[in-house]
């Protein structure tokens, strides 16, 4: 027991252990062209084995090609720019950052937050927290920045430990990541790297999936990891950190984080705008032949669901847009222009990662490595007999682990989405199931890596409180939320895939292509 009462001998060097195995691992933009570079040389050295299987959807053998032959490696040099052009998440990703950034950068975004949290009871502060952080996920990286120091604020003018409501925001924010009462560019992103993984299969099947493949689960997960992270925040996490004793303590209170009244009334006009907003889109989409209509008049199968990315940017655009003008953060083009250029520049990584990463997945899928993994993958499961819930438990696992290591959702996913999404397939599992299932482990796993970018930064802000904060520490006191998140939501997702119920418009538990 450590001077806090925080058990931290086998369980600390146990994770101080995974710390250093996963620092020694290069940067996901580095370690995608060593993963491509590994697929031309695998290619290479397999292709001379002449091995061949059948593909799933049927049709003729498929062999392994040659990356590293004459023709392997003019693909190679004539595809490069195609590659990171076609990266599925790159165009998508970026346009939804245009919006969202505008809404995070002109202080709509934090305010609302703030305002969520300010106006909740004492009582119900806890599940709250967990709860804004969970629906902070829409702004991508505006619930790290606001909500875990709002919440060691709040709980400290409350008489209760900084520490603790850090923690809770931190879960919610991170843990709960791929939870949420709205779509986001979590869903795009993954979406679009299922889709392209289920098109290696069945084209006919990707080509009906929509980017809302998994609303309705991630809806009730909301609430459900809600109630979780608060039970886990005041029966394990609270009495284990104990009582604050400080010299400051007291010195904070909520009035520090009350809204302005500059701050109202640009909320006010931000909201008059979005419904504006929201009408204007309802007339392309609800009467009848309105041209965001699919076939037929559908709209889970229609232009509206195909251009969801396009949607959430004008949505959050148009009221960022808006609050800033009224609280005169934007007062001409130019202000309009450097919050746009400030966004894509903080996108700088994810479009160097986008490079090597849509050279790694272009050449698995042109050496055809992923329909023989995908093949022995699945007679491999299938000859264990593992299906139903121990295969989805297994799953979650490898993902769970992988995890403390590559802290990057999308660049996960774009590893593991050509190979399981197949296998999954095989074995008649929809790739929606499969994609609920990685973001179930992803986001759970999320708050005790340290490899996770805003873990130093939570660091940070643990050490105002307690500078003895570290790595160790803040493991230690987030490791119950990412059990119980792992475990329960685990649960929930096998619950739901007994019932057979759809996990999003359209998007049922079996494949039967």
């Not at 450590?2 to 252990?17: K, T």
């Amino acid at each position: 027991m450590n001077e806090r009462g925080i058990p931290s001998n086998l369980l600390q060097r146990m994770l101080d252990r995974i710390e250093r195995t996963g620092n020694r691992l290069p940067h996901p933009v580095p370690l995608f062209a060593l993963l491509a570079l590994i697929v031309a040389i695998v290619s290479a050295l397999l292709s001379q084995l002449g091995m061949t299987v059948s593909p799933p959807g049927g049709g003729a053998p498929v062999a392994i090609e040659n990356l590293l032959s004459g023709e392997g490696i003019r693909y190679i040099f004539g595809s490069l720019v195609d590659n990171f052009m076609n990266f599925a998440p790159l165009g998508v990703v970026l346009a939804t950052m245009i919006g969202i950034g505008m809404a995070e950068r002109t202080g709509l975004i934090s305010v609302l937050l703030r305002g969520f949290i300010l106006s909740i009871p004492k009582s119900l502060i806890t599940f709250g927290l967990v709860f804004a952080g969970i629906l902070s996920s829409v702004a991508a990286d505006a619930g790290y920045v606001v909500l875990p120091p709002l919440g060691a604020m709040i709980f400290l003018a409350l008489g209760r430990h900084p520490i603790a409501g850090l923690a809770a925001a931190f879960a919610g924010v991170s843990a709960g990541y791929s939870a949420n009462l709205l779509l986001s560019a979590v869903d795009v992103n993954l979406g679009q790297l299922t889709i392209e993984a289920a098109g290696t299969i069945d084209p006919t099947y990707a080509d009906a999936m929509n980017l809302a493949m998994n609303y309705y689960f991630i809806i009730v997960s909301t609430f459900f990891l809600a109630v979780v992270g608060t039970l886990v925040s005041q029966f394990v996490v609270e009495p284990r950190l104990g009582d604050y004793r400080n010299d400051e303590q007291g010195g904070h209170d909520r009035s520090s984080t009350a809204i302005t009244a500059e701050e109202k009334r640009g909320m006010k006009w931000a909201g008059i705008a979005l419904l504006v907003t929201i009408a204007l889109l309802a007339l392309l989409v609800v009467p009848p032949g309105a041209p965001l209509r699919g076939e037929g008049g559908g709209i889970v199968r229609s232009p509206f669901m195909d251009s969801l990315a396009v949607v959430l940017m004008i949505v959050f655009f148009v009221p960022g847009l808006v609050y800033g003008i009224v609280i005169g953060a934007i007062k001409n083009d130019r202000d309009v222009a450097e919050n746009l250029s400030q966004t894509m520049a903080s996108m700088g990584m994810f479009i160097a990662l986008a490079f090597t990463a849509g050279q790694f997945v272009a050449w698995f899928a042109e050496s055809n490595l992923g329909v023989f993994m995908a093949v022995y993958g699945a007679q491999a499961l299938q000859a264990i007999s593992l299906g139903g819930a121990p295969l989805l438990i297994l799953f979650v696992l490898i993902v769970g682990f992988v995890n403390l290591f590559i802290g990057s959702a999308s660049a996960k996913w774009a590893i593991l989405a050509p190979v399981f999404v197949p296998i999954m397939m095989q074995l008649g599992y929809s790739p929606e199931l499969t994609q609920m299932a990685y973001r179930v482990a992803d986001s759970s796993t999320n708050i005790i890596t340290p490899l996770m970018p805003y873990f130093a930064l939570i660091i940070a802000y643990a050490q105002r409180y307690d500078e003895d904060i570290r790595i160790g520490s803040l493991i230690s006191i987030m490791l119950p939320f990412s059990l119980a998140f792992l475990v329960f939501w685990t649960l929930l997702l096998i619950v739901w895939m007994t019932l057979g119920l759809p996990l999003g418009p359209g998007a049922g538990i079996v494949y039967g292509g």
